[in-house]
């Protein structure tokens, strides 16, 4: 059995164990499913009856969706969510994208989670500076409200996660962009692809100021 990295265990005891909202810490946290106004919220009626699940047991070798349908069915029913509807709703989520030129004739459409202020811009730089992995959550629950890219799936997209020199490893002690990356995967249920190396050295967009034309 596969045992899990120490901010793993992290996640799983604020989502499944504290109640409380992992941003304010004073209201109770609501599950995913229930801040998504467009989501039609599950019931107990829902879940999979032991027919179905015996049903499913014979079927198990020609449906391997099985455990992914099953885990999900656990998430709906004990999930407690991260952040409070106060938290949540405070937030402004998904911006109005953006293009970036990245060939000529050629753009690429970004969508942001929200915007680089409170409280998720101090939550990446506690995240990625300083290793706080109380901020994780906050992080996680920005992730969760991206929506998976149209026509992607886990049959015709990978996800690349943007890689870090072995300089900074070593400063920090650990990679931020593979853990968030990770969880990106789960959530948009898409493989990551490990297949590029980063050779350049740049200098750190920290601190780094915008000069005007």
């Not at 995913?32 to 879940?47: E, R, W």
């Not at 690349?160 to 990356?181: C, H, N, Y």
Request: hydrophobic share 35%.
């Amino acid at each position: 059995m596969r045992l899990l990295a120490p901010y793993q265990t992290g996640l799983w005891l604020a989502e499944y164990l504290d109640i409380r909202c992992q941003l304010c810490r004073v209201y109770r946290s609501t599950p995913q499913s229930q801040l998504s106004q467009n989501y039609l919220l599950s019931n107990i009626s829902s879940l999979p009856t032991a027919d179905s699940i015996s049903h499913s047991l014979k079927t198990l070798p020609n449906d391997p969706s099985f455990f992914a349908n099953l885990r999900q069915q656990f998430n709906h029913r004990f999930n407690s969510g991260l952040l409070c509807s106060h938290c949540h709703d405070s937030i402004a989520w998904l911006p109005k994208p953006f293009n970036v030129d990245i060939a000529s004739g050629k753009v690429l459409s970004i969508q942001t989670a929200t915007y680089y202020e409170y409280p998720l811009r101090q939550a990446i730089r506690a995240f990625k500076h300083h290793e706080d992995m109380t901020k994780l959550p906050l992080l996680l629950h920005a992730i969760r409200q991206l929506p998976r890219p149209h026509g992607c799936h886990h049959d015709n997209s990978v996800i690349v996660a943007m890689p870090t020199t072995e300089q900074r490893l070593v400063k920090r002690g650990f990679d931020p962009v593979s853990i968030l990356s990770a969880q990106l995967s789960k959530h948009w249920q898409i493989p990551l692809w490990h297949g590029v190396k980063r050779i350049d050295d740049t200098v750190s967009q920290q601190g780094l100021h915008v000069l005007s034309a």
